[in-house]
Every structure is written in structure tokens, then in C-alpha cells.
């Protein structure tokens, strides 16, 4: 059953929900280091304020704002994807975007071994290179629903 027009779950229309659903996750891979690098920094800027407010240093007060000031730009990127530092693998584009607006997805394969199925109308899709499709099926041979 390639088409279920009732249900919407045959497998064309599974497969381009699997294939949108993938495309977010990429882009979301992408955004993830900013916010990493985001956390940490503003982390260690609260730790350098708090230990200003012992010590009474200026100099880490002036630090930790810096720190704090680099950690919300690396914030703001990592919702924009405006800027793409050497951490972040992103393609070669014309112009930065804006909020809001997504970045183009990643060159797929089409030689890729794919298995649809679907369980209490969850869409599940397990993908592989096709030199693993013997070693895959063995292995989802061998799976169990328990309701």
C-alpha cells in the first residue's frame, strides 16, 4: 500500500514525513554547538561575577560581562544560524539568515536502505548504507512491540 489518501499514512506519504522530519533534525544539529557554547560561557561569567562580589575585582566583573555579552550573541546565533563558525559544518550560501528562516538541507542520498513502520501512530524509520541492510534486518527480526 503506497498511498492511503484516508489515513495518511501510506508509504509515500510516510516517506515524506520521514524525509521532512530529517531534514529539522539536520538543521537542528547545526544550531546545537551555539547553545552548548552558549551555556558554558554564560556559566563561567556568573562564576567570574560571583567571585567579584568577594574579592571585589574589577577586572572580573568587566570579564564576565564580556563573557556573558559573547555567550548570548553565540545564543542568538544558534537560533538564526547567521554566522557558521568552523565547529558547525554548514553549506556554502549567498547571504546569512534571518529569524525565522531555514537553512537549505543537506545533499541527501538516495542509496540509502530505509524500513517505514509505524506503531500507535508513531512513524518510525530506521536508515542504513546499503552494505549493512542484511546485518540491519537480522537485527529488526528480532524486535518486540509489548503494548
Excluded at 572580573?60 to 554566522?83: D, E, K, R, V
Excluded at 524500513?115 to 548504507?129: A, D, E, P, Q, R
Aim: aromatic fraction near 10%.
Amino acid at each position: 500500500m503506497t498511498k492511503d489518501p484516508e489515513k495518511g499514512e501510506g508509504l509515500d506519504q510516510l516517506l515524506e514525513k520521514g524525509e521532512g522530519l530529517e531534514t529539522e533534525r539536520d538543521v537542528a544539529l547545526r544550531k546545537d554547538p551555539y547553545f552548548d557554547w552558549s551555556q558554558a560561557l554564560l556559566q563561567i561569567a556568573i562564576v567570574f561575577a560571583s567571585v567579584h562580589l568577594i574579592i571585589g575585582n574589577l577586572m572580573l566583573l568587566g570579564l564576565s560581562g564580556g563573557l556573558a555579552a559573547l555567550g548570548l550573541l553565540l545564543m542568538m546565533n544558534g537560533n538564526t544560524l547567521a554566522i557558521c563558525r568552523y565547529w558547525v559544518r554548514c553549506e556554502a550560501r549567498p547571504g546569512a539568515f534571518s529569524a525565522g528562516s531555514r537553512p537549505p538541507a543537506p545533499p541527501l542520498r538516495d542509496d540509502l536502505f530505509k524500513i517505514l513502520f509505524t506503531k500507535n501512530g508513531t512513524l518510525y524509520v530506521v536508515t542504513t548504507l546499503p552494505e549493512y541492510e542484511a546485518w540491519l534486518t537480522d537485527i529488526l527480526t528480532t524486535w518486540q512491540f509489548i503494548d
